[in-house]
């Protein structure tokens, strides 16, 4: 049997693949290069790996296949040009991606953690699907590919920031967000591994400062991402600003409450790079006073954290409502008026479902609707 059988390798980590490579008789060098085919050329069809010897390529058969995710259908917003990337994954079950065009010309893609999401909260479209499972960091990893690919077939280069590279690489996205479905705390070890993937300079080598991870609040876990991975941006998805209202919205408040967050973030330790923002959906009547506003402003400032305020995206079937345009505009400048830093967001995607709160998968006895985060 080889020395590969049933590992995963396009889900570890360059330090880990050399180790494994190392381990089972092969020079170290030989990881680099695997690696380089995977994650610079994202080449996924070993035998175009032609610079691997035929005994290695022997070897690396025996490992678990490298995730492959097909293409669905990718929608394109007529709105603001967003694409929605739904994705089916080896096994059958669906994910969903989404690039975004940004100011400036960048890009930023939202990336999916799981299939499906537990933690139920109430307003988001994801929550209606029953958990399926955890992404491989592979997987995670390969939703990145599939647009640097697309991308670069489309032509989209930015010569400017991805300068030096060429190939798939040259068309990677500026920005990454881990808001789309699941909880990417909740899968924990896979994220760590995609993020080492992604932040590696022999890889993809985005900077950590242009990747976001977003949390209902696992507060238990944000230390040990941020011990492996300090410069992250984080976000926490707030959305209330007293416990009764959270613990109705999002259950994982009953564990872990306001106060428990807003503390795990003031201890971590500082970062000239790392930025905090609390994402806020705004629902009509549920969160939106002035009190709510007050309060919000007052959490923010405690953790020097950026809010984005987000008008409720309505899915099918949701049981909440969007403010109205001057009650979100009131909002906002309620909390400015009290010292801390908003932004009124739409979400973009809205037309092809691929907002915030909305995705939900389109596989088969998924919610009606669509991505979340
Ligand atoms: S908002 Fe995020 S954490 Fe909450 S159910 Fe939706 S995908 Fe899961």
């Given at each position: 049997?080889?020395?590969?059988?049933?590992?995963?390798?396009?889900?570890?980590?360059?330090?880990?693949?050399?180790?494994?490579?190392?381990?089972?008789?092969?020079?170290?060098?030989?990881?680099?290069?695997?690696?380089?085919?995977?994650?610079?050329q994202?080449?996924?069809?070993?035998?175009?790996?032609?610079?691997?010897?035929?005994?290695?390529?022997?070897?690396?058969?025996?490992?678990?296949p490298?995730?492959?995710?097909?293409?669905?259908?990718a929608?394109?917003?007529?709105?603001d040009?967003?694409?929605?990337l739904?994705l089916?994954c080896?096994?059958?079950?669906?994910?969903?991606?989404?690039?975004?065009?940004?100011?400036g010309?960048?890009?930023?893609?939202?990336?999916?953690?799981?299939?499906?999401?537990?933690m139920?909260?109430?307003?988001?479209?994801t929550s209606?699907i029953?958990?399926?499972?955890?992404l491989?960091?592979?997987?995670?990893v390969?939703?990145?590919?599939?647009?640097?690919?697309?991308?670069?077939?489309?032509?989209?280069?930015?010569?400017?920031?991805?300068?030096?590279?060429?190939?798939p690489?040259?068309?990677?996205?500026?920005?990454?967000?881990?808001?789309?479905?699941?909880?990417?705390?909740d899968?924990?070890?896979?994220l760590?591994?995609?993020?080492?993937?992604?932040?590696?300079?022999?890889?993809?080598?985005?900077?950590?400062?242009?990747?976001?991870?977003?949390?209902?609040?696992?507060?238990?876990?944000?230390?040990?991402l941020?011990?492996?991975?300090?410069?992250?941006?984080?976000?926490?998805s707030?959305?209330?600003t007293?416990?009764?209202?959270?613990?109705?919205?999002?259950?994982?408040?009953?564990?872990?409450?306001?106060r428990?967050?807003?503390?795990?973030?003031?201890?971590?330790?500082p970062?000239?790079?790392?930025?905090?923002?609390?994402?806020?959906?705004?629902?009509?009547?549920?969160?939106?006073?002035?009190?709510?506003?007050?309060?919000?402003?007052?959490?923010?400032?405690?953790?020097?954290?950026?809010?984005?305020?987000?008008?409720?995206?309505?899915?099918?079937?949701?049981?909440?409502?969007?403010?109205?345009?001057?009650?979100?505009?009131?909002?906002?400048?309620?909390?400015?008026?009290?010292?801390?830093?908003?932004?009124?967001?739409?979400?973009?995607?809205?037309?092809?479902?691929?907002?915030?709160?909305?995705?939900?998968?389109?596989?088969?006895?998924?919610?009606?609707?669509?991505?979340?985060?």
């Open positions: 049997m080889s020395a590969f059988a049933n590992l995963d390798l396009a889900s570890m980590p360059l330090p880990v693949l050399r180790e494994t490579f190392v381990g089972a008789g092969f020079k170290k060098f030989r990881a680099d290069q695997l690696f380089r085919w995977l994650h610079v994202m080449e996924r069809d070993l035998d175009a790996m032609s610079d691997l010897p035929k005994r290695l390529r022997a070897a690396v058969s025996e490992a678990l490298f995730p492959k995710l097909t293409v669905v259908h929608p394109v917003s007529a709105i040009g967003s694409q929605k739904v089916a080896a096994d059958g079950q669906v994910i969903e991606s989404v690039v975004m065009p940004m100011a010309g960048w890009t930023t893609q939202c990336l999916s953690s799981q299939v499906g999401c537990k139920g909260c109430d307003f988001c479209a209606r029953r958990v399926r499972r955890d491989t960091a592979g997987e995670i390969e939703q990145v590919a599939i647009a640097c690919r697309m991308r670069a077939a489309e032509g989209k280069v930015r010569g400017g920031v991805s300068g030096g590279v060429s190939g690489l040259a068309a990677r996205p500026q920005n990454l967000v881990f808001m789309g479905m699941g909880e990417p705390l899968n924990f070890t896979a760590v591994d995609a993020i080492s993937i992604l932040t590696d300079a022999k890889g993809f080598g985005f900077s950590p400062r242009r990747i976001t991870v977003s949390t209902v609040g696992l507060a238990k876990r944000v230390p040990g941020i011990a492996v991975h300090p410069n992250l941006h984080l976000a926490w707030l959305t209330a007293t416990d009764e209202v959270r613990d109705r919205l999002m259950p994982v408040n009953r564990g872990v409450p306001i428990r967050m807003v503390e795990v973030l003031e201890a971590l330790p970062s000239h790079h790392r930025k905090i923002t609390f994402e806020y959906a705004l629902l009509k009547g549920v969160n939106d006073s002035d009190a709510d506003a007050e309060r919000l402003a007052d959490m923010a400032l405690a953790v020097d954290a950026h809010i984005n305020a987000i008008p409720f995206n309505v899915w099918p079937g949701a049981p909440y409502e969007r403010p109205s345009r001057n009650r979100v505009r009131a909002f906002a400048d309620r909390v400015s008026r009290f010292g801390a830093s908003i932004s009124l967001r739409e979400s973009k995607g809205q037309d092809i479902g691929a907002a915030c709160g909305q995705l939900a998968g389109e596989q088969e006895g998924a919610a009606d609707s669509a991505p979340a985060g």
